[in-house]
């Protein structure tokens, strides 16, 4: 496609609007010639700074929540790659002429993240109107006056918003613990495989109530030369995902004790689900080990699919017996079933989509990343090999969803 040559640079340097460009660590890229007149900054002042050693709070007035406000916009931009449009703040700034002098101001900003093409934030716009002298009419023109009256109620209702949007992140923040809390006493520990090796992990999303829907199980079968392993993840999130995920995790766990294997487990699964509020959905991987054949027979209901290396570093995703997600169906349908052989010293994954889903990337892309660090870790230990994969998949700026990981040695 033909057209003119544009100047991006010299686009944000004309922007009317005063615009700064932050790193995720929140130090500044790159400023516009209206935030340097705005702020009373020069470059050097600016570039290459954090942020809040430019501008911190004003150490004369106890009551102020600029950084604090800002801080945790900025940071939410950076963990979950949505934007955020901040209530009016009042953050006053040093005067850059006078030491020890601080000027009262009064700011609208938006903060908006530029996402990388595998989805992490690799800069966070930071857009800021000053509204001061809009604040400061009443006081300026004097008297009453139909605008000065608007004005006043306006920024009374913005600092209402403001205090409203702080006791709402605190109620979100003190729901998320206690899910994470619920969340860490129903997975179950896990327990010796005979003499076979393997690790788990639960990872959090990052900065986010999206947490606790995610699940692992490991069960050792009557017949001792099978194991029964799987992962699943509820839709939504908090304490009413945590939950459902404990229901469900259960009633798994008791079914692959009892059914001939991992289809008519996921089956007695999916009826139940039907009985359970806020499970439909959901979807669920389970895998038996049978570790005298040296096979695997596994089922999945709309799950991801598991990932085997063998010796060599040749990753298969076990991806011929997918079904969709429990409770899809309006009648009961008997789920496939499939069957792959391994080598002794393969090495078996299971995992939930917070592991290789990213914004704005194909699914192909994440599974891509999770088999190169599989077959470059594949001779380390389950515990190491679990640590490495979510060191390699876990992006700079954290998970944005909850991730459940199985790693066993086969």
């Known amino acids: 496609m033909n057209g003119p040559v544009i100047d991006f640079q010299a686009v944000f340097q004309a922007l009317p609007g005063a615009v700064a460009l932050l790193t995720p660590e929140l130090v500044y890229a790159d400023v516009n010639e209206a935030y340097l007149s705005m702020s009373g900054r020069t470059r050097d002042q600016l570039i290459g700074r954090y942020v809040f050693d430019v501008f911190p709070d004003n150490p004369g007035d106890p009551g102020a929540t600029g950084v604090r406000n800002l801080h945790a916009s900025l940071r939410s931009v950076a963990a979950t790659g949505e934007r955020d449009t901040m209530a009016l703040q009042r953050y006053d700034v040093a005067d850059s002429e006078q030491p020890g002098v601080w000027q009262e101001r009064y700011w609208s900003p938006v903060n908006v993240p530029v996402l990388a093409p595998d989805g992490t934030v690799t800069l966070i716009v930071h857009r800021v109107e000053e509204v001061t002298e809009l604040i400061k009419a009443r006081g300026n023109r004097g008297g009453g006056g ?6 006043a109620e306006l920024y009374t209702r913005a600092r209402e918003l403001q205090e ?4 709402l992140r605190q109620a979100h923040a003190r729901e998320r ?16 495989l005979g003499h076979h090796r393997a690790a788990v992990r639960y990872q959090p999303a990052t900065g986010a109530l999206n947490v606790c829907g995610d699940w692992y199980d490991l069960v050792d079968l ?7 392993v799987a992962v699943g993840d509820v839709v939504g999130h908090g304490l009413r995902a945590a939950g459902v995920m404990g229901q469900l995790r259960s009633a798994l766990s008791a079914a692959s004790r009892v059914a001939g294997g991992p289809a008519e487990a996921l089956e007695v699964l999916g009826l139940y689900a039907r009985y359970v509020d806020g499970a439909e959905s959901t979807t669920a991987a389970s895998v038996y080990i049978d570790w005298t054949g040296r096979t695997l027979t596994y089922s999945s209901a709309g799950h991801p699919p598991p990932a085997v ?17 429990l409770g899809a169906r309006p009648e009961h349908v008997p789920r496939p079933q499939a069957q792959a052989a391994f080598a002794d010293g393969s090495v078996l994954v299971l995992y939930t989509d917070g592991l290789i889903e990213r914004r704005r990337e194909d699914i192909g892309t994440g599974l891509q990343r999770l088999a190169d660090s599989l077959a ?5 230990d389950p ?6 994969l979510l060191t390699d998949l876990i992006p700079p700026a954290g998970l944005t969803d909850d991730t459940a990981l ?5």
């Not at 139909?146 to 004005?151: G, K, P």
């Not at 409203?164 to 006791?167: A, S, T, V, Y």
């Not at 470059?376 to 380390?380: F, K, L």
């Not at 515990?383 to 490495?388: E, G, M, P, Y």
């Open 146 to 151: 139909h605008t000065q009256v608007l004005e």
């Open 164 to 167: 409203l949007n702080k006791r």
């Open 177 to 192: 613990e206690v899910a994470l809390h619920l969340q860490q006493a129903m997975l179950p520990a896990p327990r010796p």
């Open 222 to 228: 009557p017949e001792r030369s099978r194991t029964a």
């Open 309 to 325: 290396c063998d010796p060599h570093g040749i990753v298969t995703f076990l991806d011929q017996a997918t079904d969709p997600p």
């Open 376 to 380: 470059r870790h594949r001779t380390a």
């Open 383 to 388: 515990d190491r090999l679990s640590d490495a």
């Open 406 to 410: 199985i790693v066993v040695r086969l």
